[in-house]
């Protein structure tokens, strides 16, 4: 059992800024706990954005939180492939204050950032790739590389990259855990975690995971 630690997006916008998601705050001490731990990997990640991204209501010129149908770039428009696409606040530009991780997380613990959302014209929620699969990023590489076995995911929004990132996951082959109290996502429906109970995802609290790799390395 080799443990990586994927902490998702916690970047200034979507704490305090343009998607802040509510209560994203009240996590990061949990995250710090997390990075406390011994894994093999500590991965964050971020969204990277162009100022024009796809994803962004600016972009189209449409109302925020609508949506748009949004298709592979470079190729003409394949129903099959179309894509509801919610356009948000313009946030986590690349090279901006809002792109950055939150003061609060200890973010020097991290061994890696993976970048996602990079491309203009492709929205990637996933950490590992697009919904096309038409690009991945370095997630993939870092946890074959580390021998990576099990997955623990935890992060903002637990009902959109979260989601996405820990369901590729166990698309990937990990057995992967999305920790509840390290969470918070967008709806308080909770709808997310039934899909991802559904498609192989397991939970777990801050507190079982930190008795499980203390009592792995006592053993």
Known sequence: MTNALVVVDMQYDFVYGSLAVSDADTIVDT?????????????????????????????????????????PPGEEKDESKALEQVLWPVHCV???PGSEFVDKLHSDALDAVVHKGTHRDIE??????????ITTTELPRLLSESGVTDVYVCGVAGDYCVKST?????EYGY?????????KSVSNSGAEWKEMENRGVR?????????????????
Do not use: M
């Open 166 to 170: 820990a369901l590729d996951a166990v």
């Open 175 to 183: 057995r992967t855990w999305v920790v509840q109290d390290a969470v």
């Open 94 to 96: 690349a090279s901006t």
């Open 124 to 133: 990637s929620y996933s950490a590992f790739q697009d919904p096309w699969k």
């Open 31 to 71: 995250i710090n706990q997390l990075l406390d731990l011994s894994f093999v990997k500590k991965i964050g990640t971020k969204d990277y954005h162009p100022s024009d991204h796809v994803s962004f209501a600016a972009t189209h010129d449409k109302p925020v939180f609508s949506t748009t149908t949004i298709y």
């Open 203 to 219: 939970a777990i609290t801050s507190d079982e995971l930190i008795r499980r790799l203390v009592a792995v390395s006592r053993s």
